[in-house]
């Protein structure tokens, strides 16, 4: 399936690609925490690309449940 990230606009292939997924409110506060601005309307769920869930310096730790990877076998 293909999808877009909401910041880059990248489009991604989930099969063939990390896909990380969350929800509009905490994409917003790590936003927020960052001090970076989305100019685009947030859905409730989110998708990001790898190269910009990487650069982001202020995100939830990993054993949040908070994002989590697409799994790609759906």
Do not use: A, H
Request: glycine share 2%; net charge positive.
């Amino acid at each position: 399936m293909k999808v877009s990230c909401i910041l880059c606009n990248k489009e991604m292939e989930t099969r063939d690609e990390d896909v990380i997924v969350t929800v509009s409110w905490i994409l917003s506060d790590i936003l927020r925490k960052n001090n970076l601005q989305c100019n685009r309307n947030i859905p409730r769920v989110v998708k990001l690309c790898t190269g910009c869930w990487e650069s982001l310096k202020d995100k939830p730790s990993q054993d949040s449940s908070t994002y989590w990877l697409f799994n790609k076998t759906i």
